[in-house]
């Protein structure tokens, strides 16, 4: 029985300093002297060689020594290797086995993988290069299987601190999205929203937020999610209006590899992705007629096809579908599915706009202005009584994510903590804040009723038109005028160009 010396871990530079990591150990079993000479010669530059002529004494170094790999002849006297390695696989599993052997009979092959566990079976004559690198790969899947039970072990005893570190998580999850979060002041007629949302939360039914756009609709959306009892599952979110039908479809049904041009993998979609939780659907009203069908028999059925596939599969998925038009009116133009809003609208939410609450103003634009100041790294005080005052009387036609840009805009002109009116948009300055106050010059200063009406309507118009930022298609809508009235009114005060 021989050892190595070399006390250098393999690669390293002869004379390096510290202490060296035990060399692996391999033990060569062959009932020939010459042979166990040759083997070892190869293999103790990298590895603690251990030599025996037989299965009894390797036995008896396998008791007291940790070996790592063993190479064993198959032909010995009394037991054929394959016999002895399948009881080293019994009493010593974490062993990796390797037959060396000068036949190549094929029912030894099979006996060894089979009875034995054998990790490689390696022909005589062999040679170093071929006999070092299937050493080197048997080292490398022992150092692996027992990195592998040390992380079991690990794992094992930290699953209680895991699943404590997920159930706190979730509890944050929770508190972040708490009905009591959605800011709003005292009073807000959002309250009543949420007061029915968090009442629908804890049922099994569809639900459709009816709202403009920038009102919050997603994030009301979260928060029945998590209120409700799939909490603990998936919450994902996908815009319709964002991809054609045949994008849309396989990003919510998934497809097959080779389904389509660019399909290089099977892709889950998002119904699977958010089985047992929430499909959040934004811009539902946006999908095309026969977009319409395919989502119905998902909705009815409970199950749907990958595109490139011939399997359906199954999904319990909670739909929250949100959108700007008036659906109602859709379906009653022909251009919503009946059947399909019905299987949405298990029950509606109308979430109204800001201009509606004008209360909630104040309370979202400091809450905004702290989000905003730590993102880009400034400090912000607030904004000055003149500021919040223009803020909470302009009408919002963007709601929130408009009111969220002017805030932006107003953090990055800001040369003072505090933010004054100065760096207001047009729409929002003392032009408008005028116009939207009950003391309108128009109305306070003299003359005959004509006079005054004239001076009345224009204000109006241009209040009007400085808040929805000259876009006249949907002045003349909100005023109840054709765009040809509107030109000639425009024209007849002189307010910019009578035409296009």
Known sequence: MSAAEDEHLPGAPAGSSGAAAPLPVVLVVDDEPRSLQTITRVLEDEFDV???????????????????VILCDQRMPGETGVVFL????????????????????????????NRAGIYQYLTKPWTPDA???????????????RENETLALELKLTAPAVQQRLGARRRQLREQHAFARLVRAPGSPLDEVCTLAARIALYDIPLLIAGESGTGKELLARAVHYNSPRAERPFVVENCAALPDTLLESELFGHRKGAYTGAFEDRQGLFAQ?????????????????FQVRLLRVLQEGEFRPVGSARTQRCDVRVIAATNRDLAAEVRAGRFREDLYYRLAGFVLEVPPLRARPDDIAPIAQALIADIAAAFGVRIDGCAPETLARLVRHDWPGNVRELRNELQRLIALADEPLLG????????????????????????????????????????????????????????????LSRVGLRAKLARHGLGPADD
């Open 50 to 68: 251990l030599t025996a002529t037989g299965s009894a004494e390797a036995e008896r170094i396998l008791a007291r020594e940790w070996v790592q």
């Open 131 to 145: 006999l070092l690198l299937t050493v080197r790969g048997a080292v490398q899947l022992a150092r692996l299987q």
């Open 421 to 480: 009116p100065q760096q207001l948009s047009p729409g929002i300055g003392p032009g408008a804040a005028e116009a939207a106050s009950g003391d309108d010059p128009a109305v306070a200063a003299g003359g005959t009723l004509v006079a005054r009406l004239d001076r009345l309507e224009r204000a109006i118009l241009e209040e009007t038109l400085n808040r929805l930022r000259w876009n006249k298609t949907r002045a003349a809508d909100e005023l109840g």
């Open 86 to 113: 399948a009881r080293v696989r019994e009493q010593w599993p974490d062993t990796v086995r390797i037959i060396v052997s000068g036949y190549t009979d094929a029912e030894d092959i099979i006996a060894g993988v």
């Open 274 to 290: 958010a089985d047992g939780g929430t499909l959040f659907l934004d811009e539902i009203g946006e999908i095309s007629p026969a």
